[in-house]
């Protein structure tokens, strides 16, 4: 059987890193995933889904990416089953990330930071 999924969208806020009881680090985020095609509001809809990965992608992912950054991701999707606190049965689905990707360049933002600071103080030609 085939369970793959490859995704690229923004995080939502900053990754969570925690360790499990056993000393494994796993992380958690949310993208948001804008649609390919606009509906008839003439906008492009978002999607909203939960990543979690294990280990050095975890680790990875939680120092290099902050909230806003573009983010590529392929692994799985996974369906946990559990009960509310009413008793109602529920299902939420989840992407469990095998690796993941720099999708945005960090430089652009920062080139343009520099660039200012850089033309601060400069007599023009």
């Keep these: 059987m085939l369970n793959h999924v490859t995704m690229m969208g923004r995080l939502c806020a900053d990754p ?42 975890a680790e990875f992912v939680s120092k290099y990416f902050t909230k806003g ?31 993941a990707y720099f999708a945005d360049s960090k430089r652009d933002e920062s080139t343009a930071s520099e660039d200012k600071a850089r033309g601060r103080g400069r007599k023009a030609a």
């Design 16 to 57: 969570e890193l925690r360790t499990t009881q056993n000393g494994v680090p796993v992380g958690s985020f949310r993208i948001a995933v804008e649609r390919d095609f606009a509906g008839r509001a003439e906008e492009r809809e978002t999607d909203f889904f939960d990543v979690t990965v294990w280990r050095g992608t």
């Design 69 to 99: 950054r573009m983010i590529a991701l392929d692994g799985r999707l996974q369906a946990q089953n559990w009960t509310d606190r009413d008793g109602n049965k529920r299902v939420s689905t989840e992407i469990v990330a095998e690796n």
